[in-house]
């Protein structure tokens, strides 16, 4: 099994940046095992549903977006240090909410339809972003 952690959440001013990242240990192997073929990021904000933020395929450089992300956010991952990113520039306060890291070994679909988020069973703690206006 696989645990995720997140970090890099805070406080910023709109038009600010932020660098999430999320680490998998336990049954890694030194990189993400046949149990996190997907690695990506959701947000909830209060009161809303969770939804899908962007998405990598750990076994190569795929990457899927929101349409609220494109431009804005990139998503990478370090195989070496087990590590997903979530680079977010020019932060926005509707971007203000808990950021959650989860993995999926069928694939990123969960994250381009709403409610995916209820397929997926290996998820980080969340960390906390708030955009200031």
């Known amino acids: 099994q696989v645990q995720l952690m997140e970090s890099g959440g805070g406080s910023v001013q709109a038009g600010g940046s932020l660098r999430l990242s999320c680490v998998a240990s336990?049954?890694?192997?030194?990189?993400?095992?046949?149990?996190?073929?997907?690695v990506g990021w959701f947000r909830q904000a209060p009161g809303k549903e969770r939804e899908g933020v962007a998405a990598?395929?750990?076994?190569?450089?795929?990457?899927i977006y929101a349409d609220s992300a494109k431009g804005r956010f990139t998503v990478s991952h370090d195989v070496a240090k087990n590590t997903v990113y979530l680079q977010m520039n020019n932060l926005k306060p509707e971007d203000s909410a808990m950021y959650y890291c989860?993995?999926?070994?069928?694939?990123?679909?969960?994250?381009?339809?709403?409610?995916?988020?209820?397929?997926?069973?290996?998820w980080g703690q969340g960390t906390l972003v708030t955009v200031s206006s």
């Open positions: 989860a993995a999926e070994p069928y694939g990123c679909a969960s994250w381009t339809y709403a409610g995916g988020y209820r397929d997926l069973k290996i």
């Open positions: 336990g049954d890694t192997s030194g990189k993400y095992n046949t149990n996190t073929n997907c």
């Open positions: 990598i395929y750990t076994g190569g450089h795929s990457t």
